[in-house]
Structure formats: C-alpha cells, structure tokens
C-alpha cells in the first residue's frame, strides 16, 4: 500500500538549466498535505553510471515506514553526464557535481533547508557540498 501523502506515481521530470548552459533533469516526490514546511526537504544524489531513477524504490519505502504520516518533498537530481541530463566535452570532475548538488540546492529548492543523501559519486559529492 501507498501513503496518501505523496503521489505513488513516478513524477514527471522536470529540468533545470545549471549554470545558465547544460541541462539537467531531477526527479521531484510532493510533500505530503499537511507536511511541516519548515521540515528539510530530501535532496538525494546517484552514484556512478546511474540514475535519479535508482531513488525510486527508497522513496516508496520510507512513504510506507512513515506510516501516514505526511512526509516533506523529495528530490532525486541526475548528476550532468548522467541519467537525463546533458553530457557536455567537459571533463567531469568531483567539484563539478559538488558546485551543481549545491546551485541545484539554492536555484531550484530555493535555499530551504535538506538532508543530503547520496552514494558512491553522489556521496562524496554530498560531502563536499555540504
């Protein structure tokens, strides 16, 4: 069973332009009604050759555990180079992905406070953003 909260659909991708040139697609959970909105958002970030996608089944599980109650918006960003995102010549480097996890964090989910997840590349990306 799904939670109410938050659609059990897999959301539509919206993009975002990072840095004013290349193009990046993230995935977006809405809040559930009801959420605190002073609550963190979620900002979850891939590893290595994968996706936003990969976050698909850990958002389903914590809607389950969180046993109704209404959880905050989740985040899922395809790293450039990855998933969906644009895959410019340029050479992909830790700090790049760093400096696009924290515009990603003030342009897009305009500054508010987050949890910073992330695995492989995307966590040591996570750590060096926050």
């Known amino acids: 069973p799904t939670s109410p909260h938050i659609s059990p659909h897999l959301p539509i991708s919206p993009i ?44 389903h599980q914590l809607r389950a555990q969180a046993g109704g109650e209404p959880l905050p918006p989740v ?13 410019p010549g340029l050479s992909y480097t830790q700090y790049v992905w760093e400096a696009q996890v924290v515009d990603f964090a003030r342009e897009v989910m ?3 406070p987050l949890v910073l997840c992330g695995n492989s590349i995307g966590g ?3 750590a060096g953003a926050a």
């Not at 975002?16 to 990046?24: E, I, K, N, P, V």
């Not at 985040?75 to 895959?87: C, I, P, R, V």
């Open 16 to 59: 975002s332009r990072w840095g004013g040139q290349y193009l990046t697609r993230y995935l977006r959970w809405e809040g559930g009604e009801g959420h605190d909105p002073e609550a963190p958002c979620l900002l979850l970030v891939h590893g290595f050759a994968a996706s936003a996608e990969q976050w698909q089944r850990l958002v």
């Open 124 to 126: 040591g990306g996570r």
């Open 110 to 112: 305009g500054g508010r």
């Open 75 to 87: 985040y899922a960003l395809d790293l450039l180079g990855f998933g969906m995102s644009e895959k």
